[in-house]
């Protein structure tokens, strides 16, 4: 029977559409606090929805970004896991790429995932033509830990994040091979070589902590644009 409260068959997984959710990202979110900071997620590629999932169960109103004019309202901004060839290129093409760096040279708080980490990269360690949108004084190698099936989940301590060690997904992440400015703090390694990193109102993570469900780091998150906001304000 053709039930329209149901996806269709073969896209009922945890990733698809919720029966009676509302629109993520393109509708206000009714049940945001009305002081939520208001955060982006660039959608250009890649998994928007679980991010902007993860930031509501989080308090945020969480909003898609593809637009400059989308990009100038958002007091944070998420770059997912994807392909970051491809979300560069799209950055490029739709001239979003300028206005997002000017932003992030005003302190935009930012949160890079997996290509996202790649994407805000200052340096590649293979020869690329990829476009960076850059801003984090690392140098970082894509696809570090191998192919698709080297890809792999497990638990990680990360420093400031209380509560034991985070259930986390690699999956063809990348990882920092160099740190190349003095204020980059390492929050966590797998092997030796950092896989979280921070720098100022920059935050990146070699993983997705937006597949597993456990929603720390983008609460840490949600909380520094909350008071970077706040700050702004006062
Ligand atoms: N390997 C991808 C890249 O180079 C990143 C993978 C991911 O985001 N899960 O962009």
Known sequence: MNDPTRPAAGLRTRRSWVPGERLVGREPDPQAPADAPRIGVLALQGDVLEHLRALRRCGAHAVEVRTTAQLAEVDGLVLPGGEST???????????????????????????TCAGMILLSDELDQDTTQPLVGGLAVRTRRNAFG??????????????????????????????????????????????HPVVVRQGALLAAAFH??????????????????????????
């Open 209 to 234: 902590p937006e597949l597993t469900g456990d929603d720390r780091l983008h609460a840490a998150f949600v909380a520094a644009v909350a008071a970077h906001r706040n700050a702004a304000r006062a």
């Open 86 to 112: 491809t979300i560069g290129k799209l950055l490029d093409r739709f001239e979003v790429m300028a206005p997002l760096r000017a932003r992030i040279a005003d302190g935009l708080p930012v949160f890079g």
């Open 147 to 192: 192919r698709q099936v080297d890809s792999f989940d497990t638990h990680l301590e990360v420093a400031g994040i209380d509560g034991g060690p985070m259930d986390v997904s690699f999956i063809r992440a990348p990882r920092v091979e160099a740190v190349l400015g003095d204020d980059v703090e390492v929050l966590a390694q797998v092997d030796g």
